[in-house]
């Protein structure tokens, strides 16, 4: 994992890596898949090296849905679902740390796409990957992948980690 940030100029103590499709051929159809959990996200640290499951593709298939594009995008500590309503609880998630959070995507049917704004990396569900554009793992792997990417970047002093995603076919 270290060449493959290091061949896209990150260079920071700590980072994560998500590879889409990575799982293509073991879950749902052949090829990357939306709503699958088939893509894997990568925690690299001097103390750390841990795979998850994830899915880094949009849900449902709509117009102007978006899916974050392949490169290097950074992420801080925040909280995932401040804006829902309770009885919904917000929890410990990464969120995009760039102005108004903003972030490259592709959008389902449209080209020249705005940004997509708050395409966070939260949990998602056992059998729904929750995405409108977010990065997601399983329930039963989340909480493991955030405990170790803040204490990982406590560790480190770091206030936002890169998070490089790239596609199968690059690694």
């Known amino acids: 994992m270290r060449a493959l940030l290091k061949k896209h100029g990150v260079v920071s103590p700590v980072a994560l890596v998500g590879i889409r ?12 898949d939306r709503a699958v959990y088939d893509d894997a996200m990568f925690v690299v640290s001097p103390n750390a090296a841990a795979a998850f499951n994830a899915n880094t593709d949009p849900t449902l298939f709509q117009t ?9 995008h950074w992420y801080r500590k ?26 490259p995507v592709s959008r389902d049917g449209q080209t020249n796409p705005r940004p997509g704004v708050a395409i966070n990396i939260h949990r998602g569900g056992v059998n729904n ?3 409108e554009g977010c ?11 955030i405990r170790l990417v803040y204490a990982e970047m406590n560790r480190a002093g770091m206030v936002r980690v890169p998070y490089l995603l790239v596609d199968a076919r690059e690694v």
Do not use: C, I, W
């Open 78 to 103: 925040g909280k995932h679902g401040l804006s829902r309503k309770p009885p919904f609880v917000p929890y410990d998630a990464l969120r995009p740390a760039t102005v108004g959070e903003q972030v």
């Open 129 to 131: 990957t929750y995405s």
């Open 21 to 32: 499709g990575y799982y293509s051929n073991t879950f749902g159809r052949e090829g990357n």
């Open 64 to 72: 102007g849905m978006a899916t974050l594009r392949l490169g290097v």
């Open 135 to 145: 990065q997601t793992l399983p329930p039963d792997q989340y909480s493991a992948f």
